[in-house]
């Protein structure tokens, strides 16, 4: 496949093809771990791709066949978080989970080896993943000192049980790619050598639904767990729907027309 170039960053590679953007952690020294700067290239890939028409889907994956992502980089955990180039601690990990939720296209999981700790949370929290045989998945927070409570344990709760998520969480083993399926955190497991192949494929089914239906699908299932955030988002999109209606337009044009609206004249839906 013949992936351009969408921009060039440090940490990440972010490339396009055939409506689907990919974005690849590229620090694989560290097995893919991320730092700050890596979680804000990676949150503007995600921007990007939600203000751009032509992408329809999004991939996440890693550099290499030994990781997916190994979570936060622990060379350079400081006090408070995360420190940048900056010298600031942050935990904008959390940011970039926000980002894949609340972009209206579906996020893929590619994962190509280790998806532990942070890295873990990352798969979880896209729409879907597809593994490699060679994955291997687990939380690692309690035994380095850290945890997630936010989507990486309370939603991970809701996708395959409470007894499960607390086994992964307090005993930091590692589950393999048919494990992982078996528990219902993965959708398929294939090859490292069909890996993107697989995910090209299930993009290209995407690509053939309609766009609208896959992110109203997408909001109703993240609004459940969101609370008033989500809500805030689906109502958003009824909104935008609200506004494709005639019975909209009238509004709008009555006003700029200075006359009453007409609403009675627009079919009721009973
Ligand atoms: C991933 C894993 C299990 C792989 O083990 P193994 O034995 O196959 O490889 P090795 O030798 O440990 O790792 C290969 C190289 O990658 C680096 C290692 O230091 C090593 O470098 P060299 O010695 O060859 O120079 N590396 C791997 N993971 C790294 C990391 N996270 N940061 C910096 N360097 C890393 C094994 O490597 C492992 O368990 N890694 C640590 C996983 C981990 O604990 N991650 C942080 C969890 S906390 C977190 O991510 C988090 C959170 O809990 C909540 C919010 C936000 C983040």
New binding site residues.
């Given amino acids: 496949r013949n992936w351009q170039t969408i921009k060039e960053y440090s940490d990440i590679l972010f490339q396009y093809w055939n409506g689907i953007a990919k974005i690849t952690i590229n620090r694989p020294?560290?097995?893919n771990?991320f730092r700050p700067e890596t979680n804000f290239q990676m949150i503007e890939a995600m921007e990007y791709s939600r203000e751009h028409p032509e992408i329809d889907v999004i991939i996440l994956t890693g550099a290499g066949d030994?990781?997916f992502c190994?979570?936060?980089?622990?060379?350079v955990k400081g006090v408070g978080g995360y420190v940048g180039e900056d010298g600031v601690p942050r935990?904008n990990?959390?940011e970039l989970h926000k980002k894949i939720r609340e972009i209206p296209k579906p996020v893929i999981a590619m994962v190509n080896g280790?998806a532990?700790?942070?890295?873990h949370?990352l798969h979880v929290v896209c729409d879907l993943t597809i593994a490699s045989e060679n994955a291997?998945f687990g939380?690692?927070?309690p035994?380095?000192g850290?945890?997630?409570g936010g989507f990486?344990s309370s939603y991970l709760a809701r996708s395959i049980g409470q007894k499960k998520t607390r086994e992964i969480w307090f005993l930091c083993q590692?589950y393999s790619a048919q494990e992982a399926m078996e528990m219902g955190m993965v959708n398929k497991v294939v090859s490292l050598e069909q890996l993107e192949d697989a995910t090209i494929e299930w993009c290209e089914i995407m690509q053939q639904r309609s766009p609208m239906a896959l992110r109203m699908i997408k909001r109703c299932l993240n609004a459940e767990l969101d609370g008033q955030h989500g809500l805030m988002q689906l109502a958003g999109d009824a909104t935008l729907m609200y506004y494709l209606m005639d019975e909209a337009q009238e509004g709008k044009k009555a006003f700029l027309e200075k006359r009453k609206p007409d609403f009675k004249k627009f079919p009721k839906f009973l």
């Fill in positions: 020294e560290v097995y771990a030994k990781a190994s979570g936060g980089d622990q060379n935990l990990v959390l280790y532990i700790g942070g890295g949370v291997k939380q690692t927070g035994k380095v850290s945890f997630d990486g590692q």
